[in-house]
């Protein structure tokens, strides 16, 4: 059953997606720069594009879990949403202080952009991921608790399931820990611990809990699986995400300063962080093949399955080769690292919400799924996408392992600089690999306005 209130999710959608094309034009920039330096210089210096390109990745997924959220709960909740005009009001606000922060880092040195927006008063600003200015942050946590709000309050007043119910575990989560972004102490050894409860706790703790919901909602609906059995395994994939992802945090403890338990601490539990992962795989590919229908819209099923396969690739698979502390002692900080940052962030975040947008945006637009060469397009666009990934994940792997073979492990290691001149041929190739994954988005993004008749 449809519900009007969910159609606040779709200016959510579209926002998430231009925001991505933004992400990924930057990530493009910033690859070039790494060959031609001065590239751009000095209008979009390195830095400034490194900071855009990240700060848009998490503000459009946000946007996309906002979305997700927002079609999601009055579907489970079988009621509309508490305040349409809550939802939409905060969207504005949430995307004109995104698009005023981004023209700060373009427009004027970093510096000066945190002694306009009165940093002195409450220093936040200068931590990697975490670059915007305290008054950006105030809004952010203003926003999302106000979507909070919204989603709890239409929860509350209806009905109960698992899937909302991880749901909301997640995004509370999300909220809380990114409260850790205000604290910064002079201390550079706490500064790190609490750097980690944001970027940690997100993306291999509470993050993942939205990742199974939405993964096990687009499952339901596509599948027609009882849900039972869908809730059987969101259980078990959560559990094990936040047993091995909360302990896990301990391998980014191993060089601040901490104690050397952290090294085992680190290395035992991280080690098993591809566990849900794989169980995720397994789930969705379950699901699939114990399905009661042919669900019309057959690309948000292949978003789905590619999510499952690809987060235990990126996070599962990637993230283990240099999780252990005496690997992780010669890989740390090196393009291994960027290899499996981008992979994972693909796979695990990135096609989930593709997955809900590809299954709720021909709703919302009213249609069960776009039509037959649509969703044909769409499909050509999840491959050149994830191949494109694969491609800037063993290229930056390549690049990896040759700067810690040169730079870290040989009798006479060089310098930083010159054994960047060496891995440049990886950095040519996984800038092409980009171009191809950004001409996928746009692929993807044509889909929507593919003409056809739409499947019954």
């Known amino acids: 059953m449809q519900y009007k209130s969910q159609a606040v999710a779709k200016p959510y959608f579209i926002a998430a997606i231009g925001l991505f094309v933004a992400q990924i034009l930057f990530g493009l920039i910033m690859g070039l720069q790494y060959v031609v330096g001065d590239f751009l210089f000095p209008q979009i210096p390195f830095n400034v594009a490194r900071m855009v390109h990240t700060n848009a990745l998490i503000i459009w997924l946000l946007m996309g879990f906002m979305g997700s959220a927002y079609y999601l709960v009055p579907e489970e909740s079988e009621r509309e949403l508490h305040s349409p005009k809550l939802a939409i009001a905060m969207f504005w606000i949430f995307l004109v202080a995104s698009a005023l922060t981004v023209v700060g880092y373009l427009s004027v040195p970093y510096a000066t952009l945190a002694k306009i927006t009165g940093n002195e008063l409450l220093p936040t600003m200068g931590r990697e991921f975490l670059e915007q200015p305290t008054i950006t942050k ?3 946590v203003v926003v999302v608790l106000a979507f909070l709000f919204n989603i709890s309050m239409t929860f509350i007043k209806g009905r109960k399931t ?3 119910s991880v749901l909301l575990i997640g995004l509370w989560g999300l909220a809380i820990f990114f409260l850790f972004s205000f604290v910064n102490p002079d201390n550079l050894v706490r500064d790190k611990f609490y750097w980690w409860f944001v970027v940690h706790l997100w993306v291999e703790g509470v993050w993942e ?15 027609g699986v009882d849900r039972e059995v869908i809730d059987k395994w969101l259980y078990v994939i959560i559990t094990l995400s936040l047993v091995t992802g909360l302990i896990g945090t ?3 403890f191993y060089w601040i300063g901490t104690p050397e338990y952290w090294q085992w601490w680190g290395s035992i539990f991280s080690a098993l962080e591809p566990i849900p992962f794989f169980v995720m795989t397994l789930f969705a590919f379950n699901m699939v093949n114990r399905r009661r229908r042919e669900h019309p819209n057959r690309a948000a099923t292949l978003w789905a399955l590619g999510t499952g ?3 235990f690739l990126g996070a599962g698979v990637w993230g283990f080769l240099h999780t252990l502390a005496p690997v992780n002692y010669y890989t740390h900080g090196t393009q291994i690292t960027a290899a499996h940052g981008h992979m994972a962030f693909y796979g695990a975040y990135v096609m989930v919400v593709i997955s809900m947008i590809s299954y709720a945006m021909p709703l919302l637009r009213g249609r069960v799924a776009n039509s037959e060469s649509a969703q044909v397009m769409e499909m050509w666009s999840f491959w050149l996408m994830t191949v494109a990934m694969v491609f800037i994940t063993l290229f930056l792997t390549g690049a990896g392992i040759l700067q810690v073979w040169l730079q870290r492990v040989a009798e006479v290691p060089m310098g930083f600089m010159a054994t960047q001149d060496q891995v440049a041929l990886f950095y040519w190739l996984r800038e092409i690999s980009g171009v191809v994954f950004l001409i996928g988005l746009l692929t993807y993004i044509a889909s929507f306005f593919k003409g056809g008749k739409a499947p019954a």
């Open 138 to 140: 105030i809004g952010i």
């Open 162 to 164: 698992a899937i909302t």
């Open 250 to 252: 301990g391998h980014h």
């Open 209 to 223: 809990l939205i990742l199974g919901a939405l993964l096990a909602f687009v499952l339901i609906k596509v599948t």
């Open 309 to 311: 396969v690809m987060a």
